[in-house]
């Protein structure tokens, strides 16, 4: 790991003007659309700090960092979105569906039949509630969703600047220090 800019030192960085081993790629070996072009705009003792060019449609690979992420991304001009990614929390890639929820909506269904069968007019108002609940979990969720377009996303880590990756499409877990080369 080498430190491209001194704790001290003042840092103004144009992305395209980087040498070769401060940008490169993410996500080549991935199938499907997952590549991120990269660029290593700070990196010292106390800070990692790379942005992203995300291209329509491609998504991030699920991974974690040992000490946690602060994401700044910019969808669409004067749009930012602040992000805290805590200590080993897995973020992008893939939804993951939280354990014991794979059942859910079976569940649901079960009890709302057995309410059903004792008294159907609160069984009708259940259900009723139920899916206001589900059409507006997709209005939030279509709401929560970058628009499709360019994207920048600033990632700023911090020491021992430890990634595990751990996405289903990648071909193996692995953990990296410093810039993650793919």
């Avoid at 649901?108 to 059409?135: F, H, M, Y």
Wanted: aromatic share 8%; hydrophobic share 35%.
């Amino acid at each position: 790991m080498s430190d491209f800019t001194p704790a001290s030192q003042y840092v103004s960085v144009n992305p395209f003007t980087l040498p070769e081993e401060q940008h490169g790629w993410r996500g080549l070996s991935v199938p499907g659309n997952h590549k991120r072009k990269w660029y290593t705009l700070l990196h010292n003792e106390f800070c990692f700090v790379t942005a992203f060019i995300a291209l329509p449609g491609e998504r991030p690979i699920r991974h974690t960092h040992e000490t946690g992420e602060l994401n700044i991304s910019y969808a669409g001009e004067n749009r930012p979105m602040m992000h805290w990614n805590p200590p080993g929390v897995p973020h992008g890639g893939v939804n993951m569906t939280p354990p014991g929820m794979d059942d859910l909506d079976a569940r649901v269904r079960s009890a709302l039949g057995r309410v059903n069968e004792k008294d159907p007019d609160i069984g009708q108002l259940l259900d009723t509630i139920l899916q206001r609940q589900t059409d507006l979990g997709q209005v939030l969720e279509a709401l929560s969703r970058p628009q499709p377009g360019l994207r920048i996303a600033i990632d700023v880590l911090f020491p021992p600047f430890k990634t595990t990756i751990d996405d289903p499409l990648y071909p193996e877990k692995k953990t990296v220090i410093g810039q993650w080369y793919d």
